[in-house]
């Protein structure tokens, strides 16, 4: 047996049933759906993107916390469509479609349903598989970043808004420094909910200028 091994994972296991964010998301699964929920009500908290009857692309969304939290934001009339890879339980308001993002297919089908009309928040939560390599997985979150910033230039309104997350490393300036070029304020976020050990952070852009 690998006792290094079994000793980390025991920490590990430990931190996880320890922490306050998960055990909130599982004691009402139906609201939070995942700790994501939590960091996105902290950055609205801070960032104030939400208002009534606005249109949201959710880029990986499943299971659904940044989807729930955003359909008790917006009002009777707005509408999410949300895209993940892997499936997601249905939730009010929210188009979901199972798919990568990267396929045409998919992204055919949120043009059709957008039917010409843009919209006013574009937000992904969009993961690569960890590999715990920073080489790897910087690399493949930025590339994931490429594609929601390029949706921004063909989907997002004028003085929408962009929320996107991403890993701190190498990449990461120039990524940033393209997305301020667009937007009028763009900022870093660190939510609590975000554990801080993670490199991930998010970026908050707002008042599209294209
Ligand atoms: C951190 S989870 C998202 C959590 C979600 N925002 C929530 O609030 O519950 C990251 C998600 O990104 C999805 N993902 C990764 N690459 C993707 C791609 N190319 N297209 C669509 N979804 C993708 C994964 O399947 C995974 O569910």
Same mark, same amino acid.
């Given at each position: !047996? ?28 139906? +609201? ?7 960091? /996105? =009500? =902290? ?15 959710? /880029? ?27 499936? !997601? ?36 939560? !969009? ?7 920073? =080489? ?20 997002? =309104? ?11 490393? +190498?990449?990461? &300036? ?10 009028? &304020? ?19 852009? +707002?008042?599209?200028?294209?």
């Amino acid at each position: !047996m690998n006792f290094k091994k079994n000793k980390k994972s025991k920490k590990w296991l430990k931190n996880y049933f320890k922490d306050s964010y998960i055990r909130k998301a599982k004691r009402n699964i139906n +609201k939070f759906r995942s700790r994501s929920w939590f960091k /996105l =009500e =902290e950055i609205e908290k801070k960032h104030k993107i939400f208002r009534n009857n606005i249109t949201i692309i959710d /880029l990986g969304s499943s299971p659904g916390g940044w989807s729930s939290f955003a359909a008790s934001k917006i009002g009777k009339k707005g509408k999410i469509i949300a895209c993940d890879i892997l499936p !997601m339980n249905p939730i009010q308001k929210v188009y979901f479609y199972q798919g990568n993002i990267c396929n045409s297919i998919i992204l055919n089908k949120i043009l059709r349903i957008l039917n010409k009309t843009k919209v006013q928040i574009i937000m992904s939560d !969009m993961s690569p598989n960890i590999s715990g390599i920073k =080489e790897i997985d910087i690399p493949r979150i930025i590339h994931l970043n490429e594609i929601a910033l390029k949706l921004c230039y063909s989907l997002l =309104e004028y003085n929408g808004s962009f929320l996107i997350k991403t890993f701190q490393g +190498k990449g990461l &300036t120039k990524y940033y420094n393209k997305i301020s070029s667009v937007f009028k &304020t763009t900022k870093i976020s660190k939510p609590n909910a975000s554990r801080s050990q993670s490199c991930e952070i998010y970026i908050v852009a +707002k008042k599209y200028k294209n």
